[in-house]
């Protein structure tokens, strides 16, 4: 299930009575105020900002696959839900239109999103490397074009125009005019499988890791 922290309470997020979907991979807010939550085999859900109820969405509404892992709204206002097994779809006036393989997309497990200051759609999957859509084509980068490791986490642009990608076993990969800068165990990271990646106001980059804690 899901919890709530307000001034310093956490309390449980509590969806309908009977909803037996208690598995949560993912949770977005978009710029309604709405709350995406994707599930584990139960869909997704949108929790609605006027009135509190919710709206469930699952393969019979045209979703592609019942697990959620990722959820993100672009500049243009439209949503991107990503599955485990049926690549990516597109949320937008009430119906889905999905992406995979046969499309061009690398995989169908998708992990991550991010959107650059170009407007192009970076899409993380896992085992399948990292895509860029733009004007409607995929384009896959991967370890033949230099990534270390194709199993992909996190997505993060920077303040200075860098994509980092948080790898499973490969460090984080920063990648920039087309070139891929890694950083790893070996150059002082304390753990190559890495999750979440944030910078702060500062500039600074905070890289979480799995067992390594925060760099």
Known sequence: GGYIAKEGVISPFNLPEGFTGKNILSIHQDHEGNIWIGTNGAGLIK??????????????????????????EDRRQNLWIGTATGGLSLYKEGTFKSFNVSHGLSGNNITAF????QGNLWIG?????????RDGTFSIYDTKTGLRS???????????????????GG?????KDKSFTILDTNSGLSHDLVFPIFEDSGGD?????QGGGVN
Not at 151 to 157: G, H, K, N, P
Request: charged residues 25%; hydrophobic residues 35%.
């Open 47 to 72: 929790k609605n900002v006027g009135n509190n109820d919710f709206t469930f969405y699952t393969m019979n509404d045209g979703l592609p696959c019942n697990q959620i892992k990722a959820i993100f």
């Open 114 to 117: 991010c959107e650059d200051r």
């Open 125 to 133: 999957t896992h085992g399948k490397a990292v895509n860029r859509f």
């Open 150 to 168: 194709d199993i992909v986490a996190s997505l993060f642009e920077g303040r200075e125009g860098c994509l980092w990608i948080g790898t499973e």
């Open 171 to 175: 460090g984080v990969e920063r990648l």
């Open 205 to 209: 980059i905070y890289i979480g890791t």
